[in-house]
């Protein structure tokens, strides 16, 4: 048996009266891929930020059921901690315009003023731009600031900066929504290194990413979760009608 | 017939046109002429005699106005010192809570504050601080400075804040930032150069006001560097020594007004260098 590491029960989110995810449960097993598809409206990134509670920053934005992490309620501890343990790479890159490529990758340790001493520093930094693959690019130029980097380098560098805090899970909002071709793929291959330490949760719009680079898919639709299943059964032999109409075009 | 009227509506066209241009040089021709009169009438008065010393009594020819450039200094200062903090943070309240009844109390607030006639300002500063302090300072009419500063600085960082995509506010807020070290290690390093030029603006504006000043800095004929008596500072100085009849003050005057323009010009240039320069790529 995979061990599970984050479980919702009945949980369902609003946009004041707007109810965008119904009763979702799902179980999410540790250090594997699982893409959230479906079409736009749907409340999968509502369901995504849920997880790390950046959802209720939102004016108006409620939620109730369970969201577990580790058989703990994310709900019962305080929000910045449950950031630091589910780290999030967001549509567009965002990577802090006033710091340089350094200070972006710490920034989660420098911002939040938890001193380092210089040595470990540097290891976060090199340790985190190597998963991520942009070390050998950017090494010579540390302290150039983040924003001069191209969109698929400033979205690796915000991934490193999600990394750098070793999270358990890491949240993807349409990572490679705003990349080129060559950029996505760089991002994708990225997954499949980042999935022996991290679990890692994908939305996505692009139902041939979702069978690219996930194990499991989760299908949502009109705020409901469809199906979840192993994304080769899914994509293969869908259960319901309307995963099979989605998988095959019929709708977008 | 046609061809007429096409005629006279081109006609039309050109006689538009050349009236924005008029009205347009005539905008420019009275500021040059300001500029003109005062740098001739000054430019000859300025010398480091004159910046360093402070004015001779009646009778006695020469003299500065060395005390009315420190006062100036001063008194900007402190309206700053009291002014900036407070500014800073009401904008950055506006901008984070947009809709909340508090805020829309605080624009109110802020728009009126903006047209309230800076004599006006003055006699409130007089009473709530020259009375109960029984005696003109430089800290009264710094205060009454602050207040004018305000409406300028609450607009210039809600408005510079906003522009801020709430993007860069996620990124902080996914790291597990609290709140207020998302406010001043994030959104505020990056907006710093639209904060600062609004600053800079508020002090352009403050530098020339002479009514706040009348009473409560009140002016004073020596040097002084103490903030809870009188202080002399350049727009009292103009005011009081343009209206004499010595030409010895007459010239201080005159000495004085160029000072005080190429002092405001300069601000408003280095806040459009500024700007540009700080000018953060999102």
Known sequence: MESTIIKSRNFNASFGSNHVVRNVNIDIPRNQIVAVMGPSGCGKTTYLRCINRMHELIPGATSEGEMLLNDEDVYKMHPIFVRLKIGMVFQRPNPFPNLSIYDN??????????????????????????????????????????SFLSGGQQQRLCIA???AMEPEVILFDE???????????????????LKANYTLIVVTHNMQQAARVSDKTAFFFLGELVEYDETRTMFTNPKDNRTQNYITGRFS | MQAKSVKYRLGKSYGFQLLTYLLAFAIVVPLLAILF??????????NWHFLVNIPKPVGESGGGIANA???????ILVAAVIAVPIGIMAGIYLSENRKSKLAYWVRLSTDILQ??????????????????????SALSGSAALAIMMLPIIVRSTEETLRLLPDSLKEAALALGMPFHRVIFKVIVPVGIGGILSGVMLSIARITGETAPLLFTAFGNPYLSVNIAKPMQSLPLLIFNYATSPYTDWLNLAWGA??????????????????????????
């Open chain 1, 161 to 163: 900066r999600a990394v």
């Open chain 2, 257 to 282: 007004s160029l000072i005080l323009l190429v002092w405001v010009l300069f601000l408003n240039i280095l806040t459009k260098l500024l700007t540009r320069k700080w000018k953060v790529q999102l």
């Open chain 2, 115 to 136: 047209g309230v006639p800076s004599i006006v300002i003055g006699i409130i500063a007089y009473f709530w601080l020259v009375k109960p302090l029984r005696g003109f």
């Open chain 2, 37 to 46: 009169y005062i740098v001739r009438a000054g430019i000859t008065k300025i």
């Open chain 1, 175 to 193: 990572p490679t929504s705003a990349l080129d071709p060559i950029s996505t793929s760089t991002v994708e291959e990225l997954f499949h290194e």
């Open chain 1, 105 to 146: 990758v710490i920034a989660g340790y420098k911002l939040n003023g938890i001193k380092l001493p210089k040595a470990e520093r540097d290891r976060i930094v090199e340790h985190s731009l190597t998963r991520v693959a942009l070390w050998s690019e950017v090494r010579d130029s540390l302290n150039k600031k983040g």
């Open chain 2, 69 to 75: 450039i420190v006062g100036s200094i001063i008194i």
